[in-house]
C-alpha cells in the first residue's frame, strides 16, 4: 500500500512540475504566465506600449526616406458637452486611460499629447485599428490588379479554407463583416468563440488559420452585419497568399514605406511554429504619429506623394454603409455606429469615419474638416464610453477643423507636400 501511495505521490508531483513548465516555459521567450501577468487591468498601459514582450513579433521597417510629419502646434483646451455635462478633452483622456492624442489638421499636426508613460517613439498595439490596415492591403492588391474584384472567394487566394465555409465566402462579405458565420465575438464571456481563438493560439500554440477554418455558416452571407475578428483573419490570409509573404513584410512593402510612416513598427504573430502567423485580426504596433499618417492617406482619397495605390472609388466604398443593415441609427446592432468595409461610421455621419479597437485604439477621420484624429488608450470601459468618445473627437475636429479648401486643381493638399 505504501509503495501505490508513493507512486500516486511521484505522479502527482511530475503533473504539477510538467504543468508548471508549461505555463512557465522557461525555456521560451514567451509564456502562459507572462501573457497573464501582463493583461491584468493595472498592468494594460505598459502592456500595450510593449507587446512584443508578450508576443512573438515580425519588425515593419521604415524608408530610409522617411520623414515625420509637419508641426503646426496649436494645442489648446477643448470642450464639449455631453450628457448635460460640460467636459473637456483632457477630462475624457484621464478618465479612460489614454495614452496617446494626435490631431492632424491639412496635413500637419496641431495637436500632441502623450500620457502615462508613452512618448513619441511608443509603439501602441493597434488592436483591431489593424484590420483596416488588412482591407487597406485587399485594396491595394485590386489596384494593382492582383484581385480583380470583391465577388471573388477567399479559398481563390488562400487555398487553407478550400472547402471550407470561410473558403466558399467573397471579400465583399467578409469586408461587410456579413459573412453569415456561427462566432461569439464577446471578449467578456467565458467561453467565447474569440476568446478561445485568441487562448488556442497564444497560449496552446494552434495554427490560428486552421481554428479559423473550422468556423461554420449558419445563416446567408450578406444579410445582417456581425462583426467577427475571424473574417479578418480570412482576408489576411489572402493577402499572404495574394503576395506569398508574411503579413509583416506586405504591410512594410506595400504600405510602411510607400507612406514615409518614420517609426519601426511591427506586427504580433501567434506562438505556432518558426514566428508563428500574424494574428491578422489585429496586433499592429506602431507610433502615433504613424497611425495618424495613415488616417491622412485615407482623407487623401488613397493618393501619396502624386501616386494613387487604392482604387479610385475604394475609400467612399470602404468608408459608407453598402447596404441597410450597416446603417447606424436607434435599431442598429452595434449602439452609436453603423459600418462599411473594416471602417466604422458614426450616428448621423457627414463625412466622418473612424477606425477602432478594443480598450479605446481610434484613428478618426472627419472629411469636411480635413482633420485625422489618432488616440491610443487602456480603457477596460471603452465600449460603455463609446458615444462620449465620439463626442470628444467631435469636438476636436471641430475645434481644430475648417472646411476643406480645393486648391486650382480640385484637389487637397497632401501631408509632407512642400
Known amino acids: 500500500m505504501k509503495k501505490v501511495i508513493i507512486g500516486l505521490a511521484a505522479v502527482v508531483v511530475s503533473g504539477v512540475v510538467a504543468g508548471a513548465g508549461w505555463y512557465y516555459r522557461p525555456w521560451s521567450e514567451y509564456s502562459p504566465a507572462e501573457i497573464q ?9 505598459a502592456t500595450f506600449r510593449d507587446m512584443g514582450e508578450v508576443f512573438p513579433y515580425r519588425e515593419i521597417r521604415p524608408a530610409d526616406s522617411a520623414r515625420p510629419l ?10 464639449y458637452t455631453f450628457e448635460g455635462e460640460l467636459r473637456t478633452v483632457d477630462d475624457w483622456l484621464e478618465d479612460s486611460d489614454a495614452t496617446g492624442l494626435m490631431v492632424l489638421h491639412d496635413g500637419q499636426v496641431v495637436h500632441e499629447q502623450y500620457l502615462l508613460g508613452s512618448a513619441p517613439e511608443t509603439r501602441h498595439t493597434s488592436w483591431s485599428v489593424g484590420k483596416s490596415y488588412v482591407a487597406t492591403l485587399i485594396a491595394i492588391a485590386m489596384q494593382e490588379g492582383r484581385i480583380a474584384n470583391l465577388d471573388q472567394t ?15 465566402t467573397t471579400l465583399r462579405h467578409l469586408l461587410m463583416m456579413s459573412a453569415g458565420v456561427d462566432f461569439e465575438e464577446d471578449y467578456s464571456a467565458p467561453d467565447s468563440d474569440i476568446r478561445r481563438l485568441f487562448f488556442g493560439t497564444n497560449i496552446f500554440g494552434r495554427n490560428v488559420d486552421s481554428m479559423v477554418a473550422q468556423v461554420e455558416r449558419n445563416r446567408s452571407p450578406g444579410e445582417d452585419l456581425h462583426y467577427v475578428s475571424a473574417n479578418t483573419q480570412v482576408l489576411s490570409a489572402v493577402a499572404r497568399g495574394v503576395w506569398r509573404a508574411p503579413l509583416a513584410s506586405i504591410v512594410e512593402e506595400k504600405i510602411w514605406r510607400p507612406l514615409g510612416m518614420t517609426g519601426e513598427a511591427y506586427w504580433n504573430q501567434n506562438v505556432a511554429g518558426d514566428k508563428g502567423i500574424a494574428i491578422g485580426y489585429c496586433c499592429l504596433n506602431a507610433t502615433l504619429e504613424d497611425y495618424a499618417r495613415f488616417g491622412q492617406f485615407y482623407l487623401q482619397d488613397g493618393v501619396w506623394n502624386g501616386e494613387r495605390l487604392l482604387p479610385e472609388s475604394w475609400v467612399r466604398r470602404a468608408t459608407r454603409p453598402n447596404a441597410g443593415f450597416q446603417e447606424a441609427g436607434p435599431d442598429a446592432v452595434y449602439p452609436h455606429r453603423g459600418y462599411g468595409l473594416h471602417f466604422w461610421v458614426p450616428e448621423n455621419h457627414d463625412g466622418e469615419y473612424f477606425m477602432a479597437g478594443v480598450y479605446g485604439q481610434y484613428v478618426w477621420v472627419d472629411e469636411r474638416r480635413n482633420i485625422v484624429i489618432a488616440r491610443t488608450a487602456a480603457d477596460t470601459q471603452w465600449s460603455a464610453r463609446t458615444a462620449e468618445s465620439l463626442a470628444a473627437m467631435r469636438a476636436l475636429a471641430a475645434h481644430y477643423g475648417a472646411p476643406v479648401m480645393h486648391n486650382a486643381a480640385g484637389t487637397m493638399p497632401e501631408a509632407g507636400d512642400e
Open 37 to 45: 501577468a501582463a493583461t491584468h487591468p493595472d498592468r494594460l498601459a
Open 70 to 79: 509637419p508641426r503646426n502646434d496649436a494645442r489648446t483646451t477643448v470642450s
Open 154 to 168: 477567399a479559398e481563390m487566394f488562400a487555398p487553407q479554407f478550400a472547402g471550407t465555409d470561410y473558403g466558399d
